[in-house]
């Protein structure tokens, strides 16, 4: 049985905000919101929702509802597994369609962040043509927990960060010369040394997402490098072909992710695609570049039908300001 590859077809984050129970439930549906209007499909075609927790910070399943109730599953995951959870979901074909929520963290501003992602499989973006141009493949993903070393007398940070890329890399058929662009979250100078001294040839280091939050679990970041690989980042032409994610948690664990465009093309400039039509014209708005509050119409836009919402809908009461003017973007999903 052909194994199916795990795709990233949208993705939507939020701002940092002071964690409380009510701006989390706020922050995941907007989150959820902006990955299915950068998708363009709304949310009765997803099958599964990955909904991850980190400590003591959980995102409550039940602010889903204000997408309507059309009998899709919640799991709860730590927030390291949340995409590989979701992508093993694709890839063993249980789902077609994953809404991942995944948290993220900026410890010194003591500030979180949600982000939302669709993973879909081979089918549904050969069914939903228009999302090959902007989905991105995990082609690679693995995680390491600390490894000890008696001879150190402590974590081994390079062994550890060496067998999380290595499986990685195993996994997306390639080799450390392949990258072309890498990012290292939650890491000390040394650790970054540390991390590039695996690499034959250094590959150049991303500049992460150009917004004030800064997160340390690598959810915000793997946004940045989603950005980068469809040119709506508008950075220095990179021609990256691949490009990997290491995090470091406080833990000595380490987790390592490898990602390609799906048509196999390098990354595009911005100048190739600055006049497309794609989740910016759905969405409003560039999100590589700023950040904006979602519309009462984009949550409308984005739920499932409407004889599955819930009359005490939870969108009723998030004082979610109307979008007027042009609706034909929406119009479109």
Not at 197 to 215: D, L, M, N
Request: aromatic share 6%; charged share 20%; with cysteine.
């Amino acid at each position: 049985m052909r194994v199916s590859q795990a795709h990233i077809a949208g993705i939507g984050v939020t701002g940092g905000s002071k964690h409380t129970r009510t701006r989390i439930d706020k922050l995941a549906i907007s989150a959820a919101t902006k990955a299915l209007l950068d998708a363009g499909v709304t949310y009765g075609c997803v099958d599964l929702t990955v909904a991850s927790f980190l400590d003591e910070t959980r995102i409550p399943p039940k602010c889903l509802d204000a997408f309507g109730k059309h009998g899709a599953p919640v799991c709860q995951v730590d927030n390291t597994l949340g995409l590989f959870t979701a992508a093993q979901a694709v890839k063993s074909k249980q789902s077609e369609c994953v809404l991942l929520l995944s948290i993220d963290t900026d410890e010194q501003r003591s500030e979180l962040s949600i982000v939302g992602m669709i993973l879909v499989s081979d089918l549904f973006l050969t069914s939903h043509a228009y999302l090959k141009d902007g989905a991105v493949t995990v082609s690679g993903y693995s995680s390491t927990s600390s490894i000890y070393s008696q001879s150190l007398g402590g974590p081994d940070f390079p062994r550890t960060i060496r067998t999380a890329v290595n499986a990685a890399l195993r996994q997306a058929r390639i080799e450390q010369r392949d990258i072309q662009v890498l990012e290292i979250r939650n890491s000390s100078d040394s650790n970054t040394k540390q991390a590039l001294e695996q690499f034959e040839v250094a590959p150049r280091i991303s500049e992460g997402v150009k917004h004030t939050f800064t997160g340390t679990t690598g959810s915000y970041g793997l946004c940045g490098l989603v950005w980068q690989l469809r040119g709506w980042a508008n950075d220095p032409p990179s021609k990256a072909l691949n490009c990997l994610q290491i995090t470091l948690s406080l833990d000595g664990s380490a987790n390592a992710i490898v990602l390609c465009r799906a048509d196999g093309r390098s990354a595009l400039t911005w100048e190739e695609i600055r006049n497309v039509r794609d989740g910016r014209e759905r969405l409003g708005y560039n999100p590589a570049v700023q950040t904006n509050e979602i519309t009462r119409e984009d949550l409308i836009n984005v739920s499932t039908k409407r004889h599955f919402v819930p009359l005490d809908n939870h969108g009723d009461t998030l004082e979610l300001s109307v979008k007027g003017g042009d609706r034909a973007a929406l119009a479109r999903l």
